[in-house]
C-alpha cells in the first residue's frame, strides 16, 4: 500500500507542475487581487445565499431580487478575470477528469480480463 501511496503523491507533485494547474493558480491570485472582481463574488454569494434562505423558509422571492441577481451575473460574466478563472477551472476539471477515467479504465481491466 505506501507504494500506491506513493505513487499518489508522485502524481499529484506532477499535477500540481502541470501548465493547466499553474494557469489556474495564477487567474486564482489575479482575481484576489482584483477588488471589482472580489467584491462581485462577494455580491453574488450573499444574494443568492439570501435567495437561498428565502426558498428554504418557503417565503417569497421578490421580483427584485431576482433582478438584482440577475445584473450581478451578468456583470461577472464580463470581468475578465473571472471569465479567464472559469476558463481555468474548466481546463483543470477536463483534466483531472481525464487522469481519473485513465485510472477506473486500469481498474476495469482486471474484471474485464476476469470475465
Known sequence: MEQLI???????????RHERFTLLKQAQSDVNEDTEAKEL???YQQHAEKIRQLEIQQK???VEDKHLL????????????LKELTRRQVDFVEMMQKIK???DD?????????K
Not at 72 to 80: D, P, Q, R, V
Not at 106 to 114: D, H, Y
Request: proline content about 2%; glycine content about 2%; cysteine-free.
Open 6 to 16: 506513493e505513487l499518489a503523491r508522485r502524481l499529484g507533485e506532477q499535477i500540481t
Open 41 to 43: 463574488i462577494v455580491q
Open 60 to 62: 417569497s422571492v421578490e
Open 70 to 81: 440577475q445584473n450581478i451575473e451578468a456583470k461577472i460574466s464580463t470581468n475578465e478575470k
Open 101 to 103: 477515467k485513465a485510472i
Open 106 to 114: 486500469q481498474l476495469e481491466k482486471p474484471q474485464q480480463q476476469n
